[in-house]
């Protein structure tokens, strides 16, 4: 955007993550919790949002032309409402109790990951946040219950299943594993069991039967 002149420059407001990493450094304070209603707040937004090859100090100079300022508030309340409906019980951003979470840190996990940082940095929104980040949880989730599966079956040969009245829980428990509705409770196999189909399986790799 173009500082100053009398016609009010365009202006498209889109919320990026990398803005938003952008403002922390700016304010030193978590997005989280961010006010809308703070002067300061807004037009430091304002400002990551914009892009604009000028430093700070020289962006505030837009503040002194109302037309300019009206026209970007416009935008930015537009913004708001659009992206607000994919939201539903987010904080209005008018203060309360501070949330220590930084963005900068949230957006690093989700890279370090595996999703593409070009795609998390440039086109991510703030209302994408909780679908990426679910996903990924239901991943690690996923990932750490086979790998207790495996250590499970490993180890069955050599225990007194008699004594694992929850299975694999008594050998390793996930705090997730509460939240999981209880099935019906199932016999513990049994070394012999184990061994018949470790035996089963040799014999249909081997192709007989």
């Not at 996903?135 to 050599?158: G, N, Q, V």
Request: charged share 35%.
């Amino acid at each position: 955007m173009e500082v100053g002149g009398d016609k009010p420059p365009s202006f498209y407001m889109k919320i990026t993550l990398k803005d938003i990493i952008r403002w922390e450094q700016l304010t030193g304070k978590s997005f989280f919790n961010i006010d809308y209603s703070n002067e300061d707040d807004l037009e430091y937004l304002l400002y990551v949002c914009d892009n604009s090859e000028v430093t700070f100090d020289t962006f505030k100079e837009v503040f002194k032309n109302r037309k300019v300022v009206d026209k970007m508030l416009g935008e930015f309340n537009r913004y708001l409402a659009l992206s607000s409906q994919f939201m539903p019980g987010q904080d209005d951003g008018k203060g309360g109790e501070k949330d220590t979470r930084y963005m900068k840190d949230i957006v690093s996990f989700i890279i370090v990951s595996g999703v593409d940082p070009h795609f998390v940095m440039e086109e991510m929104e703030l209302q994408d946040l909780p679908l990426i980040m679910k996903a990924l949880e239901t991943k690690r989730r996923i990932s750490l219950e086979d790998k207790r599966t495996f250590t499970y079956l490993t180890m069955l040969p050599h225990m007194d299943t008699s004594k694992l009245k929850n299975g694999m829980e008594d050998i390793l428990s996930f705090p997730w594993d509460k939240e999981k509705p209880k099935a019906p409770k199932q016999p513990v196999m049994s070394e012999e069991e184990f061994d018949r189909i470790m035996e089963q399986y040799k014999k249909h790799d081997n192709g007989t039967t």
